[in-house]
């Protein structure tokens, strides 16, 4: 669940949306179906995880011919 958006500079809105179901990991590598939205339609693809240490999810994906790679940074609630 995303509670909060931010860009690298800290800009960020309040955004309450499910990201990711069916998380399955096998030690610091797994699988789930992201969930975005485009053009107010939502999406669903497989995506790769990998946990590279205790507060870095590297999330990659492609759709179509486009292909991302996501780094998530665990936040501490201020």
Do not use: C
């Not at 500079?9 to 069916?22: L, P």
């Not at 053009?39 to 240490?53: D, G, I, M, P």
């Amino acid at each position: 669940h995303t509670l909060f958006l931010s860009d690298d500079k800290g800009n960020g809105e309040a955004y309450d949306s499910v990201v990711m179901t069916n998380i399955r990991f096998n030690g610091e590598k797994g699988k789930a179906q992201y969930v975005f939205q485009y053009e107010e339609k939502t999406y669903e693809v497989e995506a790769f995880l990998h946990l590279t240490n205790a507060n870095t999810l590297e999330v990659s994906y492609s759709y179509y011919g486009y292909a991302d790679t996501e780094l998530w940074q665990k936040v501490e609630p201020k």
